[in-house]
């Protein structure tokens, strides 16, 4: 084996091929460095002499399904300038390791798209192997997202497991990463993020949060100039929530038996759109028959759907009237909970509106927490709580897709 076919082949500079064995199925190409390449590890000076050498065999990429080591007798030098006695650096694989970069690159790119455990029954190595050697790569890429162009994030909890175990993940909603993701929900688990965004110099312009009075709190201790938008699709979520209720007190103040069987299984018919709701299984006769029973539960239906509106309207001042005529409305029905949710709007109508001047929301967020879910969910877990941080990082890469 020449040595321009050990470069193009292996893409090693600086070594003489001197044998191939053939031991228990491994294949082993025996290398010997170039004493011209010889440089203190130190202060790469090349006034250097030998002091012996230290046999060390490198896992290379399989060769037809076979392992394949390069071995290698590393020399020992002592540098005439600094004076240190060390092993000279290897230049096809990285400090400590036992495998080589080309490894180490086939290693990653079959990791895209397979699992740690199949990597590593098909290249022949431990568990720990893969797994060190993708933690070690996605700290190096992407441990510490750079925070001096954000412009635009959201903010958003994630449930990840049992125990009321959450994650507070901030997103950039302009290039889709992860910049932060703190231990623990509320304002307390984003204080590192605060320090790093301030060092960072970064001009936030508005930020995207449901209304929860923690998060709410925290953007503006730390981010007065930011706009403040909640989302759309939180605010509709807790109104159906609430409508839920609604019906379920209902169903229970209910004293005719008929009235009971209407209201019964009525839930997901006031929730769903009137356009989605299926003919076939007669669901808008059901739920005709539902608000026709009930007065209130026919008002606060309405209500919902006119809600829907609000995000739908051409400008801002449009907006805000239809605001407050909604919010009028719903005071005068009478029924607490509308009178209760009117003034939750009428609190945090100023976030609601800035979506017209911002329209942004923790949309694109709830989608890599779904990945975040399914990426937890294939491994079954995960045990190294630093490593499951990195790979949340490096989730806007990963591409999800239903098989079979």
């Known amino acids: 084996m020449r040595k321009p076919w050990l470069y193009h082949a292996f893409g090693i500079q600086g070594y003489r091929y001197r044998r191939t064995d053939y031991e228990g199925g491994c294949v082993i190409f025996h290398l010997e460095q170039d004493r011209s390449t010889y440089r203190c590890p130190c202060c790469g000076s090349p006034e250097v002499f030998s002091r012996g050498s230290v046999q060390r065999e490198f896992r290379h990429v399989p060769i037809g399904g076979k392992p394949v080591f390069l071995a290698l007798a590393i020399p020992r030098v002592s540098c005439r300038r600094c004076g240190v006695v060390r092993q000279v650096k290897v230049t096809f694989a990285a400090g400590r390791r036992s495998y080589t970069r080309g490894f180490e690159r086939y290693a990653l790119s079959l990791l895209q798209s397979m699992t740690i455990r199949d990597v590593a029954r098909h290249l022949g190595v431990s568990w720990d192997v893969i797994k060190d050697l993708q933690k070690r790569h996605l700290k190096r890429h992407y441990g510490k997202p750079k925070l001096r162009d954000l412009k635009q994030i959201a903010i958003d909890e994630i449930s990840i497991g049992k125990g009321h175990q959450y994650l507070t993940v901030v997103l950039d909603l302009e290039s889709g990463r992860v910049v932060f993701i703190g231990d623990g929900k509320g304002a307390d688990s984003l204080s590192p993020f605060w320090k790093r965004l301030h060092c960072s110099w970064a001009r ?98 309405y209500l919902k759907e006119d809600l829907r509106q609000l995000w739908e309207h051409p400008d801002k001042a449009t907006a805000e009237l239809f605001l ?81």
């Open 204 to 301: 936030i312009e508005a930020v995207a949060i449901d209304m929860s009075p923690a998060y709410t709190q925290a953007v503006r201790e730390n981010l007065s100039d930011a706009v403040l938008v909640y989302d759309h699709f939180h605010i509709i979520k807790l109104f159906n929530d609430k409508l839920s209720d609604l019906r379920r007190e209902l169903y229970r103040e209910a004293k005719d038996q008929l009235q009971k069987n209407v209201l019964k299984g009525t839930r997901w018919l006031l929730l769903k759109k009137p356009d989605n709701l299926d003919k076939t299984r007669q669901e808008p006769r059901r739920l005709k028959e539902a608000l026709k029973l009930n007065q209130s539960l026919a008002a606060a239906y």
């Open 324 to 404: 407050d005529i909604w919010i009028r409305e719903a005071e005068w029905s009478g029924i607490r909970m509308l009178q209760r949710f009117a003034r939750t709007l009428q609190i945090h109508r100023a976030g609601i509106l800035a979506w017209y001047d911002y329209p942004i929301s923790t949309g694109p967020l709830e989608g890599t927490n779904n990945k975040i879910k399914t990426m937890k969910r294939q491994a079954y877990g995960y045990r190294d709580h630093d490593f499951f941080k990195l790979k949340i990082f490096a989730i806007h890469e990963a591409k999800y897709a239903l098989v079979g």
